[in-house]
């Protein structure tokens, strides 16, 4: 099995090491027994989502995002089109472009994808912090980095049901993220993928589904897949007894 994962724009929109995601998805599929290809789109590149089975885009500054949004804007309906049977994961700032508007801190309102009909408006406040996170997607929270100056409303189908610690996408403790179909968005960088073993079968497992293909599971576990998930628990546990520190 062949399994394509492409990257929009690392050199603008990676800021927090966010390559590492599809570093690490690809690794994880190469051990269930898939052949992988990482493809990078750059600014000056036309994208081809034909065949991808995976689509990323990680965060970016202010400016970077701006920049990122006029690249992908001539392609989104290409983008939508895309969306019915490819996996869409936008993280960090990245899941803003995914609504409907930005408003920025001078008050220019950016036209976005509108996959979702959600806007966002930035802030002169940055908001820098750990965070923990519940979806319905799988068991176990999601842990990570939040650092953002921006508050999203409208979200009418969030990824996170709640934040155990950590801001939603307009409140302390409240939703977070975006959902809809294959199209997952979040302000959750970490990498994301790299801090959460189940979020990352989550995603390789939806990617099967879309192909309406399977990859056995070995019983054996490679070792940086052990480490991973007793990383994730080491982190788990520090940032779940600091959230309780705080209450």
């Given at each position: 099995?062949?399994?394509?994962?492409?990257?929009?724009?690392?050199?603008?929109?990676?800021?927090?090491?966010?390559?590492?995601?599809?570093?690490?998805?690809?690794?994880?599929?190469?051990?269930?027994?898939?052949?992988?290809?990482?493809?990078?789109?750059?600014?000056?590149?036309?994208?081809?989502?034909?065949?991808?089975?995976?689509?990323?885009?990680?965060?970016?500054?202010?400016?970077?995002?701006?920049?990122?949004?006029?690249?992908?804007?001539?392609?989104?309906?290409?983008?939508?089109?895309?969306?019915?049977?490819?996996?869409?994961?936008?993280?960090?700032?990245?899941?803003?472009?995914?609504?409907?508007?930005?408003?920025?801190?001078?008050?220019?309102?950016?036209?976005?994808?509108?996959?979702?009909?959600?806007?966002?408006?930035?802030?002169?406040?940055r908001i820098p912090h750990d965070v923990i996170a519940r979806t319905g997607l799988f068991e176990t929270p999601v842990v990570g980095f939040m650092n953002?100056?921006?508050?999203?409303?409208?979200?009418?189908?969030?990824?996170?049901?709640?934040?155990?610690?950590?801001?939603?996408?307009?409140?302390?403790?409240?939703?977070?993220?975006?959902?809809?179909?294959?199209?997952?968005?979040?302000?959750?960088?970490?990498?994301?993928?790299?801090?959460?073993?189940?979020?990352?079968?989550?995603?390789?497992?939806?990617?099967?589904?879309?192909?309406?293909?399977?990859?056995?599971?070995?019983?054996?576990?490679?070792?940086?897949?052990?480490?991973a998930k007793k990383a994730y628990q080491v982190t788990l546990d520090e940032l779940s007894a600091l959230a309780k520190q705080s209450k």
């Amino acid at each position: 099995m062949n399994i394509k994962l492409l990257h929009l724009y690392p050199e603008a929109m990676s800021l927090y090491g966010e390559y590492a995601n599809l570093t690490l998805l690809s690794r994880y599929l190469t051990w269930r027994g898939a052949e992988v290809e990482i493809k990078t789109v750059g600014c000056d590149d036309a994208p081809d989502f034909t065949g991808a089975d995976l689509i990323y885009m990680g965060a970016g500054t202010e400016r970077t995002q701006k920049a990122a949004l006029g690249w992908l804007m001539p392609y989104r309906d290409a983008l939508k089109q895309a969306a019915d049977h490819t996996l869409l994961l936008f993280t960090g700032n990245a899941m803003e472009l995914l609504g409907a508007s930005v408003t920025d801190q001078k008050g220019a309102v950016h036209e976005c994808l509108g996959i979702g009909s959600f806007t966002t408006a930035e802030r002169d406040q940055r908001i820098p912090h750990d965070v923990i996170a519940r979806t319905g997607l799988f068991e176990t929270p999601v842990v990570g980095f939040m650092n953002k100056c921006s508050v999203t409303g409208g979200v009418d189908s969030p990824l996170f049901d709640s934040m155990v610690m950590g801001m939603g996408n307009e409140q302390e403790g409240g939703s977070e993220g975006f959902r809809r179909g294959n199209v997952v968005g979040t302000h959750i960088t970490g990498p994301i993928l790299v801090k959460n073993p189940d979020f990352l079968v989550w995603a390789a497992e939806k990617i099967l589904e879309n192909r309406g293909e399977s990859l056995p599971v070995s019983t054996e576990e490679p070792d940086w897949l052990i480490h991973a998930k007793k990383a994730y628990q080491v982190t788990l546990d520090e940032l779940s007894a600091l959230a309780k520190q705080s209450k």
